[in-house]
């Protein structure tokens, strides 16, 4: 499903022009952004977790050079489901 997938499912849901649910969406994933980006998380009970999640330090390679590499610890976003959320996937998707 992509953006303007969920943006016209919401509309033909609720009845509400697809600019003002596009707004919102968009209004959405703009604070989500904003706030890891700020070092805080999100937490939308009953559906999951926007996390920043810190990688440690390690030892890579450079395969075409052949040489080891320092990569510094960094963060990243993570999403963590709720149980409901993540039982639901588990029971009703099929297992590839």
């Known amino acids: 499903m992509t953006k303007a997938d969920l943006v016209a499912k919401i509309s033909d849901k609720l009845g509400i022009e697809k600019g003002d649910v596009q707004a919102t969406v968009e209004s959405f994933m703009e604070e989500v952004k904003t706030s890891l980006e700020s070092g805080d998380n999100v937490y939308l009970r009953?559906?999951?977790?926007?996390?920043?999640k810190t990688r440690a330090e390690k030892t890579g390679r450079n395969i075409s050079k052949n040489t080891t590499i320092k990569i510094p610890a960094h963060n990243i976003p993570a999403f963590k489901p709720a149980k409901v959320f993540l039982e639901g996937v588990k029971s009703n998707v099929e297992v590839n």
């Open 46 to 52: 009953g559906f999951g977790s926007f996390i920043v």
